[in-house]
């Protein structure tokens, strides 16, 4: 469904992703973690076409990212790591919006909207202009968003971020299904590894643009020989904290900007 | 289609309910016609023109066009910060209809807001020399709107934040405007301002305005729609060739 091979982004002269290569099967729920300025958020806006590889090849469902975009766009659906609803417009509105872009048809589209929105429990505030909803509403919102063209593959990038437990747990029990169901691929990054562990069938640590480890929670702590996930995942990457050198908006700006300042 | 509708949709609601936009974008080219318009009135008559107010609002309309169509790559810098551009970018959809749906939304609130200044200069005095020609003129405006719009989305494309795009809007579309004779007739000007109001594309959307609803031109419509035309399809594969490279 997804294969990496020798994939390379540099802004710069700064390596964001250095030669990663993977591959995810169909119907897997694969968990990329690491750092952050891992590349977690590099690779997945490669998948989703949002930016360009310097090297190496992407390919989803079989199509080329680079040069077969649209036919790319169309196998996935993703939630995005930052606000991306237009607050300005209503719930509904921004459903309502998205099915088009997605070609949901005509006769679905109502039932869906408000499948997924009573599933967000957001059905009542449909008429609400997205500006009055709190983070957790808008999170909530970007979500049911994600979902409601059923696509084949999801990318989820750290998507319960600033969730409180009942809504992750709503999240991830809505994932389950549909993966089960639909036999949806899903990709997603986290920082909570509990949820790595107990949603992904496979696991790939990055870190500094590369892929360090890979396999399923069980391989990887009877590799570093620990009992947790999280354990093996700081035994891999160490304690140390690090510095986001990509920003989400202006990532090449960014970069230079905190080289020139080193 | 659809989703050209809905993209569409999406700038006029967005525009319908932000009542200070409305105001504000109005507010600039009445106080123009106004200022103008009275001040400079006077003078007119006595070089011998006849009415300003009559000559002045055409202009005006494409003043309030052209500003209101710019602020459509203004929203592409919007979106892009408050993230809803992603949402656009990765829809399997192809990015000139992405960009068309938006530029044709923004075109249409620009000419909404050129047809409330002309509404309103109804009140000032202003008189059409023929009240079956305002549709003409409205749609005139329309087209110009179309071309700014698909500018402005290449220019927002390309311009990251707002102070960038503010630069463009004071060195270029300014400049463009204010040389463009639609403060005042190139009869009389000299020849280095003449020769730049000729290659100026602006200066044939104020003409052709005139033509619409005084009477008057000084090209004559057949090359106003021309250079309209050229400056439209110009325009649409700038804008379109730019925001399909948009990376986010």
């Given at each position: 469904?997804?294969?990496?091979?020798?994939?390379?982004?540099?802004?710069?002269?700064f390596?964001?992703v250095?030669?990663i290569?993977?591959?995810?099967?169909?119907?897997?729920?694969?968990?990329?973690?690491?750092?952050?300025?891992?590349?977690?958020?590099?690779?997945?806006?490669?998948?989703?076409?949002?930016?360009?590889?310097?090297?190496?090849?992407?390919?989803?469902?079989?199509?080329?990212?680079?040069?077969?975009?649209?036919?790319?766009?169309?196998?996935?659906?993703?939630?995005f790591?930052?606000?991306?609803v237009?607050?300005?417009?209503t719930?509904y509105?921004?459903?309502?919006?998205?099915?088009?872009?997605?070609g949901?048809?005509?006769?679905?589209?109502?039932?869906r909207?408000k499948?997924?929105?009573?599933?967000?429990?957001?059905?009542?505030?449909?008429?609400?202009?997205?500006?009055?909803?709190?983070?957790?509403?808008?999170?909530?919102?970007?979500?049911?968003?994600?979902?409601?063209?059923?696509?084949?593959?999801?990318?989820l990038d750290?998507?319960?971020?600033?969730?409180?437990?009942?809504?992750?747990?709503?999240?991830?029990?809505?994932?389950?299904k549909?993966s089960?169901?639909?036999?949806?691929?899903?990709?997603?990054?986290?920082?909570?590894l509990e949820?790595?562990?107990a949603?992904?069938?496979?696991?790939?640590?990055?870190d500094?643009?590369?892929?360090?480890?890979?396999?399923?929670?069980?391989?990887l702590?009877?590799?570093?020989d620990s009992?947790?996930?999280?354990?093996?995942?700081?035994k891999?990457?160490?304690?140390?904290?690090?510095?986001?050198?990509v920003?989400?908006?202006n990532?090449?700006?960014?970069?230079?900007?905190?080289?020139?300042?080193? | 289609?659809?989703?050209?509708?809905?993209?569409?949709?999406?700038?006029?609601?967005?525009?319908?309910?932000?009542k200070?936009?409305?105001?504000?974008?109005?507010?600039?080219?009445?106080?123009?016609?106004?200022a103008?318009?009275?001040?400079l009135?006077?003078?007119?008559?006595?070089?011998?023109?006849?009415?300003?107010?009559?000559?002045?609002?055409?202009?005006?309309?494409?003043?309030?066009a052209?500003?209101?169509?710019?602020?459509?790559?203004?929203?592409?810098?919007?979106d892009?910060?408050?993230?809803?551009?992603?949402?656009?970018?990765?829809?399997?959809?192809?990015?000139?209809?992405?960009?068309?749906?938006?530029?044709?939304?923004?075109?249409?609130?620009?000419?909404?807001?050129?047809?409330?200044?002309?509404?309103i200069s109804?009140?000032?005095?202003?008189?059409?020399?023929?009240?079956?020609?305002v549709?003409?003129a409205?749609?005139?405006?329309?087209?110009?709107?179309?071309?700014?719009?698909?500018?402005?989305?290449?220019?927002?494309?390309v311009v990251?934040?707002?102070?960038?795009?503010?630069?463009?809007?004071?060195?270029?579309?300014?400049?463009?405007?204010?040389?463009?004779g639609a403060?005042y007739?190139?009869?009389?000007?000299?020849?280095?301002?003449?020769?730049?109001?000729?290659?100026?594309?602006?200066?044939?959307?104020?003409d052709?305005?005139?033509?619409?609803?005084?009477n008057?031109?000084?090209?004559?419509?057949?090359?106003?729609?021309?250079?309209?035309?050229?400056?439209?399809?110009?325009?649409?594969v700038?804008?379109?060739?730019r925001?399909?490279?948009?990376?986010?």
């Amino acid at each position: 469904m997804i294969e990496l091979k020798n994939v390379v982004k540099k802004f710069g002269s700064f390596t964001a992703v250095d030669a990663i290569s993977l591959e995810v099967k169909k119907g897997e729920r694969f968990a990329l973690l690491g750092p952050n300025g891992a590349g977690k958020s590099t690779t997945i806006k490669m998948l989703t076409t949002l930016l360009r590889p310097t090297s190496g090849s992407l390919l989803l469902n079989g199509h080329n990212v680079v040069k077969e975009q649209a036919a790319a766009r169309k196998s996935f659906g993703i939630v995005f790591q930052d606000p991306s609803v237009d607050t300005e417009m209503t719930a509904y509105e921004n459903m309502k919006l998205h099915a088009v872009l997605y070609g949901v048809p005509k006769t679905q589209l109502a039932d869906r909207i408000k499948e997924l929105l009573e599933l967000v429990e957001l059905w009542d505030r449909k008429d609400s202009l997205v500006r009055t909803f709190s983070g957790g509403m808008k999170r909530r919102l970007e979500i049911a968003r994600g979902l409601l063209h059923h696509p084949k593959l999801l990318f989820l990038d750290e998507p319960t971020l600033g969730l409180d437990a009942q809504t992750r747990n709503l999240l991830w029990e809505y994932v389950q299904k549909l993966s089960r169901e639909q036999n949806m691929t899903i990709f997603f990054t986290t920082h909570y590894l509990e949820e790595a562990e107990a949603n992904a069938s496979r696991i790939a640590f990055i870190d500094h643009g590369k892929i360090i480890a890979i396999g399923t929670s069980k391989e990887l702590e009877k590799r570093t020989d620990s009992k947790t996930l999280e354990e093996a995942y700081l035994k891999m990457t160490g304690t140390k904290i690090r510095d986001e050198k990509v920003d989400k908006h202006n990532s090449r700006k960014e970069i230079l900007r905190s080289r020139a300042m080193r | 289609m659809r989703v050209i509708y809905y993209l569409w949709l999406r700038q006029l609601t967005r525009f319908t309910r932000s009542k200070s936009r409305i105001i504000g974008s109005v507010g600039q080219p009445l106080l123009f016609l106004l200022a103008l318009g009275y001040g400079l009135g006077s003078v007119y008559k006595k070089a011998g023109d006849g009415n300003y107010l009559q000559f002045l609002v055409p202009g005006i309309m494409v003043q309030t066009a052209l500003f209101a169509a710019m602020f459509f790559g203004a929203m592409i810098i919007f979106d892009r910060q408050f993230g809803f551009l992603k949402e656009t970018m990765v829809a399997p959809v192809s990015r000139l209809k992405i960009m068309l749906g938006g530029a044709l939304g923004g075109a249409t609130t620009a000419t909404m807001q050129g047809a409330l200044v002309l509404f309103i200069s109804f009140f000032l005095g202003f008189r059409p020399y023929n009240w079956a020609m305002v549709p003409i003129a409205v749609l005139i405006l329309f087209y110009l709107a179309v071309a700014i719009a698909c500018f402005s989305s290449g220019i927002g494309s390309v311009v990251q934040d707002m102070q960038g795009f503010q630069a463009i809007n004071q060195f270029l579309v300014f400049p463009l405007y204010f040389l463009s004779g639609a403060l005042y007739p190139l009869d009389n000007v000299p020849t280095w301002l003449r020769i730049v109001a000729e290659v100026n594309p602006i200066s044939y959307s104020v003409d052709a305005m005139r033509w619409a609803l005084i009477n008057q031109t000084k090209f004559g419509i057949t090359r106003d729609l021309i250079v309209m035309t050229i400056t439209l399809i110009v325009c649409v594969v700038f804008g379109a060739q730019r925001f399909r490279r948009i990376e986010a």
